[in-house]
C-alpha cells in the first residue's frame, strides 16, 4: 500500500469508531478508514499486521 496514513490519523479514526458515543463521529472514523484502505477488513488487516512487527522488535 503505497499511501498509507500516518500511523497517528490511524489510530485517531480508530478511537473514533471504539471509544466515543457519538455515532455521527463513529461512522465518519469508519468511514475514513474505508477510503484510506478500500475495506474496513483491510485496515484492520493493516493496524495487526503494524501491531505484529512492532511486537518482534
Do not use: C, H
Not at 479514526?13 to 471504539?18: A, E, F, G, K, L
Not at 475514513?32 to 503494524?50: D, M, P, R, V
Amino acid at each position: 500500500m503505497n499511501n498509507v496514513p500516518p500511523e497517528s490519523l490511524i489510530r485517531t479514526w480508530v478511537w473514533m469508531m471504539s471509544e466515543n458515543n457519538d455515532p455521527e463521529l463513529m461512522n465518519k472514523g469508519r468511514k475514513n478508514l474505508i477510503n484510506a484502505f478500500g475495506s474496513l477488513q483491510k485496515a484492520i488487516e493493516y493496524i495487526e499486521q503494524q501491531v505484529d512487527s512492532s511486537e518482534e522488535n
